[in-house]
């Protein structure tokens, strides 16, 4: 419950602009099928209480949260797309691009994200459920 | 008789009132078009300015494997100076294992990186340390490499400036030597042209022009370079409308931007914006005395005074403007004698001066075609942002050119006879990073890389061999026959594929067969699996065209150029996710805002597992098969994987090869497709290695699933058996699809087939 009032707050504060968003996603039980971002080693770490990996992929992260928070989504999937060439196989970075296409409404480029995030993620099996859960989502909508 | 006359002088009259009638209104309709034209060009868009292409900016960050060499490579190439105390930006020193630089802003498509002082430590070949302005800092960049323009068919190119922007002393001493009663003319200067006249009779010859700057104006902007009285009666008019409507400095402004001022290549260096980066590496503000003499001196005659070609003429000729400048006193008379014994110092490496990458430019143009039209790439000054690594582009030049040499050199080939393609690209982001396109890497001309179509030969195997793991029939250890095998066709040919080395190896197992790249077994295969399958494999790898479902693609019997086979092997090397390969990262205007961008994009066409065992059996190509040679050359912890490939008759030598972040296919054969004394480990596999030799790669581990399991195998029979037995080794399977039979350690003693075989 903590966590999908935190992901309320994240939503309502970081996605205002309804333009990007699928409608469904702002129903309550979409939100319930969302994956727990709140992981430490993957999700949108918007809050700053998660743990960025360290270095330069890390930093670049950092910013394309910022800039998500900022509704900057482009900027965002930039940032995102600099830390994918130092860092190829961070889930991280696949997921939050997932995630970038699905709020602009590319779900089959989301999807196909979000696979390629499951393939680099090993054996981290929290970090499988997360991403499994949002291919789920994505799948639903 | 007085009546006659009078009466003949009358018809006269009326005859000249009409004539001298219809001529004015010719002469009004050819004034009202000549202004028609002059004010279109000067009110509309006075320039076409091609596209500027950028390399990607480089990314500086702690632990990037960078040699020290390759920044200050790089640093060179974006023209930034080597000094003993950086002070200003644009320039750097190096200091031991540190390097300082004073970054200039750069204005990029993402953002803008404000001008600072950047500070690298290196820990051999590795950033340790890195401070922006002494702040310690994750990431900074700097400013991409121009790399090349997309020009309209004149190939002029330009940077315009303003008339702020040129020096006080560049506007008089121009106008002090084109045309020294430029601001008082209305655009055409009769004393001017006495002048000349005189300077001509006395020389016995055209050596002095007596057009103003404004005429010289209007024959660059409107006019033929043909010499007449009709095309100087025309330019005179315009001069004069062109005058009547703008002001000097407005007049003086398009000048600067639009004179000739020498050539590079193809491309035609137009305005003393350019100009002055071209030669001098320099903003036009910055230019000096002698400097702003020699360019000035160039207007005469852009390759006769050409600082760069004919130092010689051009030193004279600057001395003679030094001279003009000292008469009107805008030099002392010390400054003349000072100067005029001064070198040109032109430099000869700027990003202006730059290399440019045709091969590479010709892929960002075909891929911004569906986005853009030719006039705007040509015309609109719009910035192109891509993912051309110029280190890594330089390093495949050197390689294609140094192995083709060598190659015709240890055969006694005719030179030059040999030609080479290369592609390199990002094996996750599908960002192409270098492509050679010929063996000379400056020409303009026939790209290989793109479309030289020529017959892939054993690159097509694992595609042939992914068909099989794919199902569910085949595993790394499934026995395959590689024995004398006939296939009749249609027409009633028979196809009777022979091994390299025209042996049959009997039954080997499937990984065996590839590494070895064994012809019949793999036919064997192709056809067991199902060739329609086979095609479906190489449609889902990202090979577009249509395959003809013929025995023969199994041994890769049809033409892919290198850049299709590198998208081909980019979806394996990404573990099954296809990712169209792309130059381009994104298009702005010419003031920066963004137009476009060309994001990531990925399509999984191929399941985990599967793609996971070809890039084991790829491995297996590098660590015991065809392309062994770079277990030499390369650390094996790298785990490199690839595939040589030769065609019929040695007609076309082919290596792909990946790390876990680099791909790269290259291409060694004759435009004529005579056969050649090498195959692809010995031609094309050897480019490979001597591209990536210096550069830093990372290991490649290929991606297992929880549905990846993996066994100890008794080679000889395939069956399952246990660690410590003798002859097994360890292969990864697919979950459900290992093999049946088991065995134990003791019915199996001695050395097993493969150890024979290979020795190992």
């Excluded at chain 2, 022009?209 to 370079?225: A, C, D, E, H, P």
């Amino acid at each position: 419950m903590k966590y999908i009032l935190l992901l309320s707050v994240v939503f309502l504060s970081a996605c205002s602009t309804p333009v990007y968003h699928p409608t469904a996603i702002l129903s309550s039980e979409v939100f319930d099928e969302l994956p727990n971002w709140y992981d430490d080693r993957l999700g949108l770490q918007l809050q700053g209480n998660n743990h960025y990996p360290s270095g330069a992929h890390g930093s670049l992260l950092q910013q394309a949260d910022q800039a998500f928070s900022q509704n900057n989504l482009q900027n965002c999937q930039i940032y995102l797309e600099r830390a994918q060439r130092i860092a190829t196989r961070d889930a991280g970075i696949y997921v939050r691009l997932s995630y970038l296409y699905w709020l602009q409404e590319k779900s089959s480029q989301a999807l196909q994200t979000a696979r390629r995030a499951l393939s680099v993620v090993g054996q981290d099996e929290l970090a499988k459920q997360e991403i499994q859960r949002l291919i789920e989502a994505i799948q639903k909508n | 008789m007085k009546k006659v006359v009078e009466s003949k002088f009358k018809r006269y009259l009326g005859w000249f009132f009409k004539l001298s009638l219809v001529g004015l209104v010719i002469f009004t309709v050819l004034m009202a078009y000549l202004d028609a034209k002059v004010r279109d060009k000067f009110e509309g868009k006075r320039w076409a300015l091609p596209a500027k292409v950028f390399a990607r900016p480089m990314e500086l960050y702690s632990g990037l494997a960078l040699k020290p060499k390759y920044l200050i490579q790089e640093l060179e190439q974006i023209g930034y100076q080597r000094v003993p105390n950086v002070q200003t930006p644009g320039q750097y020193m190096v200091d031991g294992n540190e390097i300082d630089i004073y970054r200039r802003y750069v204005r990029l498509y993402d953002g803008e990186e404000v001008a600072a002082r950047i500070h690298i430590r290196f820990d051999s070949a590795v950033i340790s340390g890195l401070w922006v302005d002494g702040v310690p800092t994750e990431i900074a960049r700097l400013e991409p490499l121009l790399i090349g323009g997309i020009y309209p068919k004149h190939n002029e190119d330009r940077l315009l400036i303003q008339l702020e922007d040129a020096p006080d002393l560049l506007l008089k001493t121009l106008v002090g030597v084109e045309d020294r009663d430029f601001y008082d003319h209305w655009g055409i200067s009769p004393k001017g042209i006495a002048r000349a006249l005189m300077v001509n009779v006395q020389k016995g010859g055209l050596v002095q022009g007596g057009s103003t700057l404004t005429q010289q104006l209007v024959k660059n902007f409107f006019l033929t370079r043909e010499r007449s009285l009709q095309r100087k009666a025309v330019e005179a008019l315009m001069a004069l409308l062109v005058e009547f409507h703008y002001d000097k400095d407005e007049i003086l402004e398009a000048y600067l931007n639009e004179v000739y001022l020498g050539q590079s290549g193809r491309r035609a260096i137009h305005g003393f914006g350019l100009a002055s980066q071209f030669y001098f590496g320099k903003h036009i503000k910055n230019l000096s005395a002698p400097e702003i003499a020699t360019l000035v001196g160039m207007v005469k005659g852009p390759s006769v005074y050409n600082p760069k070609r004919k130092p010689e003429n051009a030193m004279a000729r600057r001395n003679v403007v030094l001279g003009v400048m000292q008469g009107q006193s805008l030099i002392t008379p010390y400054e003349y004698k000072a100067w005029s014994m001064r070198e040109l110092d032109v430099v000869q490496y700027t990003q202006y001066q730059r290399i440019e990458y045709p091969a590479f430019l010709d892929l960002v143009r075909r891929q911004l075609r569906s986005d853009y039209q030719e006039q705007d790439l040509t015309s609109e000054g719009l910035r192109i942002y891509t993912s051309l690594d110029p280190i890594i582009q330089r390093s495949a030049e050197q390689a294609v050119k140094k192995r083709l040499e060598d190659i015709e050199r240890d055969f006694r080939l005719e030179k030059n006879g040999l030609q080479g393609a290369m592609v390199v690209a990002s094996t996750e982001s599908g960002e192409v990073e270098a492509v050679v396109g010929d063996r000379n890497p400056r020409y303009f001309g026939f790209n290989r890389a793109l479309d030289a179509k020529r017959s892939i030969g054993s690159l097509a195997k694992p595609a042939v061999y992914l068909t099989a793991l794919r199902g569910d029939q085949y595993n790394f250890v499934t026995p395959i026959d590689d024995a004398p095998i006939k296939v009749a066709g249609a027409n009633g040919q028979v196809w009777e594929p022979q091994n390299y080395d025209h042996k049959s190896h009997g039954i080997v197992p499937l990984y065996q067969a590839m590494a070895k790249s064994l012809n019949q077994a793999t036919a064997r295969l192709g056809l067991n699996v199902g060739l329609s399958n086979v095609v479906s494999t190489f449609s889902d790898l990202g090979v577009e065209r249509k395959l003809p479902a013929y025995p023969s693609i199994v041994l890769g019997a049809f033409e892919l150029s290198p850049f299709n086979v590198a998208q081909m092997y980019q979806t394996i090397a990404a573990s099954g996710f296809k990712t169209p390969l792309k130059a381009i990262r994104a298009v702005t205007t010419s003031k920066g805002d963004l137009l476009s961008r060309y994001g990531y994009e990925v399509k999984q066409t191929i399941k985990t597992e599967p793609a996971y065992l070809i890039q084991k059996a790829m491995q297996q190509v590098v660590k015991m098969g065809t392309a062994r040679f770079l277990n030499s050359q390369f650390d094996k912890n790298l785990n490199l994987a690839g595939k040589t490939g030769t065609s019929d008759s040695q007609r076309d030598s082919w290596f792909t090869g990946f790390s876990g972040d680099k791909l790269a296919v290259v291409w060694v054969g004759r435009d004529d497709n005579k056969t050649m004394p090498i195959t692809g480990a010995g031609g094309a596999l050897r480019i490979w290695a001597h591209t990536f030799k210096d550069l830093p790669l990372k290991p490649l581990f290929p991606l297992p699933t929880e549905n990846i399991v993996e066994h100890w195998v008794d080679v000889e029979t395939g069956a399952i058996s246990q660690e410590n037995c003798p002859g097994v080794m360890k292969f990864p399977f697919i979950n459900g699809k290992t093999p049946v039979q088991t065995t134990d350690c003791q019915s199996k003693p001695g050395k097993a087939w493969w150890s024979k075989l290979f020795g190992e």
